[in-house]
């Protein structure tokens, strides 16, 4: 018997991604609990925490200084830290937000990119734990679209300011002036964080939505 050569269409295979996708939907409630943001650094790794998907300014934010050790060693003392942090959030966490690092970057790529899948592993092993963040979920940001998001188009910092000072702008415009004085990295983390905030809003925003169109149906 010949073997079957019929090609799937671009309609059945983008069926089969709306099927994949469907599977893979995150439980709104989940994306309503809180939320800790992570900029990754070679030697410093800002952070920030949300309580509530609906809370607007974080509750807290930081960085995580490792300034001297071998690899291993800063690798070890940034997830402890983040473990610590972890197990001191008051409201349990629905998600976690990673900014993945820029693929051309200065002298520490290697150390960097290290660094990042550290965190990322440690992110998503929460999620497959019994404890306080079940279903917990963890997405990745590239670093031009976090900036693109959350920095203002108009501006003086946005049209003269370097990347950092733009961020900065970006964060400030968002949450008041108060945020001006934190340290770069902490900006960072806070700049994942409102980048994630916007995107987890969309999806709950539509899911309400979908049953609420369900519901006037039956």
């Known amino acids: 018997m010949p073997a079957n050569t019929k090609k799937t269409s671009v309609k059945q295979r983008g069926d089969m991604s709306l099927d994949r996708t469907t599977r893979k939907k995150t439980d709104p409630a989940v994306l309503l609990r809180g939320v800790l943001a992570i900029d990754p650094g070679s030697y410093k790794t800002g952070w920030a925490w949300w309580r509530r998907m609906e809370d607007l300014r974080p509750a807290m934010a930081g960085i995580i200084e490792v300034p001297s050790g071998s690899l291993a060693e800063r690798l070890t003392k940034v997830r402890?830290?983040?473990?610590?942090?972890?197990?001191?959030?008051?409201?349990?966490?629905?998600?976690?937000?990673?900014?993945?690092?820029?693929?051309?970057?200065?002298?520490?790529?290697?150390?960097?990119?290290?660094?990042?899948?550290?965190?990322?592993?440690?992110?998503?092993?929460?999620?497959?734990?019994?404890?306080?963040?079940?279903?917990?979920?963890?997405?990745?940001?590239n670093n031009q679209?976090?900036?693109?998001?959350?920095?203002?188009r108009h501006g003086e910092w946005a049209k003269d300011g370097t990347a950092k000072e733009r961020l900065m702008a970006g964060v400030v415009g968002h949450l008041g002036m108060d945020y001006r004085f934190c340290p770069e990295d902490a900006i960072d983390a806070i700049a994942v964080g409102l980048m994630h905030l916007m995107v987890v809003r969309q999806e709950v925003l539509v899911d309400l939505l979908v049953d609420d169109m369900i519901n006037d149906s039956t």
């Open 80 to 141: 402890n830290r983040l473990q610590e942090i972890y197990d001191a959030c008051d409201y349990p966490l629905g998600s976690v937000a990673i900014e993945r690092p820029i693929p051309v970057h200065r002298k520490p790529s290697i150390e960097l990119e290290a660094v990042f899948a550290e965190i990322n592993t440690w992110g998503r092993s929460l999620g497959k734990k019994r404890g306080p963040t079940p279903g917990l979920v963890v997405r990745t940001y």
């Open 145 to 152: 679209t976090v900036k693109a998001t959350v920095c203002p």
